[in-house]
């Protein structure tokens, strides 16, 4: 027994050691792995997300840029490889860093995804960004271009139109999540907000909220959205090339304003050669502040290459103050029923206004697009029913058309000399040569051809005029010998004197030919006086020495 006593102690012992290590390194590696998880979650990086509807890829990229050009670029980042903007087909994706103040910390990553037609079939393709996780880190971007400001209005009720038929289709979870998102925006206090002071509200300015203003926040979407109009450089090719005037300017900015509170967004004018706040109202509306520069936005609504109305800004006395005589009330009602119709007249974001007439005969009653399209007329529409003053445009023919009207009016004048020949050979007695059947068409083939001139001994001479006058000497001879010889001297004049007279012109013709064949043309002085001159007359010296 004393054995066994001996010899199971120093096991026990060695157990106990054994078991008191095991221990502390499990403890020490839980630490080390709530250190590591800590660090790990301490070092991710926010993700938010942007949604850019509308515009070309080139005019996305155009985005990128100015977006791009509010980051501080590092040193370390000059021969970085720029990412790859995916944007050609169907969905396109890119990312974006949001540099702090110091070009040391990422403040957030931003994805950004492009979508350029508002089909219907693309829809698919949207919803699953539309989780209860993405949903409050979202912002949707409808681009616009500078360069056709008279399809905005139809393009952005595409969008939203399509924006709404995904939102109905959403399940519970992002829809509660969508109310939260509308709810937070609502009870924002307008003025000193975040867009002033860089940073979140305080508690005392959460405790004051202003109530929402009439016409404001009456259509949500469940996102928060921004309107950007892109290329502002293009605003003066408007005046000089369209005939633009501020009334024009000044009534799609009040439009735009007025339709835009209905959903709570904002809106900016951006340019490429003109600096802008695009990214700070970007990184403000989606919660990205730097703690080392103050970031400040403030709202412009005179500057009309520089347009900047902050979400939760506007109102309908300060759109009234831009421009008397238009109406805010109207216009709202009248937005309410243009989204609610369906999206079944347009196709990809593209209309047929270039093909048919505008959309008024099939919109709604009381809707507001009409009044758009017939304010801001599309100057390449090409039916008078569009244009606000009707230019010299003319439409042509195609080929085919004109040459099967030619074949036409050949056919006709086919039929016409063929009925005139057939009258021919039923009336010989009509076979003049100016017979009245024929004179228009020899009028009418004259009036082609033109005078017909021949060339006789150098001289053109006009074989019409030729054939009058050779007609009328015939007739005026024919006439003669029909009418009786009423006068002495007419009756001497017959045809023998006629012979006569053609007798001496030929003698005298017969002279010249002989003198001019002797030699001396002139002849000599002695041979004229004593032989007399050519044609055989003495001449007055020789009579006088006679």
Request: proline share 6%.
């Amino acid at each position: 027994m004393s054995r066994l006593s001996n010899t199971r102690g120093p096991v026990s012992t060695n157990k106990s050691r054994n078991d008191r290590s095991q221990s502390s390194g499990d403890s020490e590696k839980a630490m080390w792995s709530s250190m590591l998880d800590s660090v790990a979650s301490g070092k991710k990086l926010p993700e938010k997300h942007l949604v850019v509807l509308g515009g070309t890829p080139d005019t996305q990229k155009e985005l990128l840029e100015t977006l791009a050009s509010d980051a501080p670029k590092r040193p370390q980042d000059r021969h970085k490889r720029k990412s790859v903007v995916a944007n050609e087909f169907a969905l396109g994706y890119t990312y974006q860093d949001v540099l702090d103040a110091d070009q040391e910390d990422i403040l957030a990553r931003l994805s950004i995804y492009f979508l350029s037609e508002s089909s219907l079939a693309f829809a698919p393709l949207l919803k699953p960004l539309f989780t209860p996780q993405y949903i409050p880190e979202t912002l949707l971007v409808i681009l616009l271009d500078w360069s056709e400001p008279w399809r905005w209005l139809r393009q952005i009720r595409d969008w939203i139109t399509m924006l709404r038929d995904i939102t109905s289709s959403l399940g519970d979870a992002p829809l509660e999540s969508m109310e939260q998102t509308m709810k937070e925006w609502q009870q924002r206090k307008r003025g000193i907000s975040t867009y002033d002071t860089g940073g979140s509200n305080t508690a005392n300015e959460g405790n004051v909220t202003l109530p929402l203003s009439q016409g404001e926040w009456d259509e949500p979407l469940g996102l928060p959205l921004c309107v950007v109009c892109h290329g502002a450089d293009k605003i003066d090719a408007l005046e000089v090339e369209h005939g633009w005037k501020e009334e024009q300017f000044d009534f799609v900015l009040q439009f735009f304003r007025t339709i835009l509170m209905k959903h709570g967004a904002s809106l900016i004018y951006t340019s490429t050669s003109v600096p802008n706040s695009l990214p700070t109202l970007i990184h403000s509306t989606l919660g990205i502040h730097s703690q080392l520069k103050k970031r400040t936005l403030k709202h412009d609504v005179i500057d009309r290459d520089k347009i900047l109305v902050p979400p939760n800004w506007d109102s309908w006395g300060k759109i009234r103050v831009l421009r008397e005589g238009f109406d805010v009330e109207g216009t709202s009602s009248g937005w309410s029923i243009d989204i609610q119709a369906p999206v079944s007249a347009t196709a990809n974001g593209e209309t047929e206004a270039n093909d048919t007439e505008p959309s008024s005969s099939i919109s709604p009653e009381g809707a507001v697009l009409p009044t758009y399209e017939s304010t801001i007329p599309d100057p390449h529409a090409y039916l008078s029913s569009q244009l606000k003053n009707p230019g010299i445009e003319i439409s042509t023919p195609t080929a085919q058309a004109f040459l099967t009207a030619q074949l036409e009016i050949l056919e006709k004048l086919k039929s016409e000399e063929e009925a005139a020949a057939a009258s021919l050979e039923s009336d010989p007695n009509n076979s003049t040569f100016s017979n009245t059947t024929n004179r228009p068409h020899d009028e009418r083939v004259n009036e082609h051809i033109g005078p017909i001139q021949v060339n006789m001994g150098g001289i053109q001479v006009d074989a019409d005029d030729m054939l009058k006058k050779l007609r009328s000497r015939k007739e005026g001879a024919e006439s003669d010998s029909r009418t009786p010889e009423v006068n002495t001297e007419k009756a001497i004049k017959s045809p023998n004197d006629m012979n006569a007279q053609n007798e001496a012109l030929s003698s005298f013709f017969a002279g010249l030919v002989k003198r001019g064949a002797s030699g001396s043309p002139r002849g000599t002085p002695g041979k004229r006086d004593a032989s007399g001159d050519s044609s055989g007359t003495p001449s007055k010296k020789a009579a006088a020495r006679d």
